[in-house]
């Protein structure tokens, strides 16, 4: 599944906003993700492509189309 960095940093940047005010609480480990995706995608062209992929490992993996960069995995609870 493709999107562009601005739509996914939107969301992203609810989710955050969410665990930050404690309406969800994941594990730290996905709260550091999420805060390390956020602060990535906000330097990044809005256009720009971002690929997510889920897997056993990973609950996603958010890569940069363009040049490959993986920008967070966020582990599953």
Known sequence: MAASAGELYE????RLG?????I??????????????????S???SNEEIEV?????????????LTGEVLAEIPRE
């Open 53 to 65: 992929s889920f897997s056993e490992a990973s609950a996603a993996k958010y890569v940069r189309v």
């Open 11 to 14: 969301t992203m940047k609810v």
């Open 24 to 41: 969800t609480n994941p594990r730290s480990a996905v709260k550091i993700a999420t805060r390390e995706l956020v602060k990535k995608l």
């Open 43 to 45: 330097k990044i062209d």
């Open 18 to 22: 969410m665990q930050e005010e404690g």
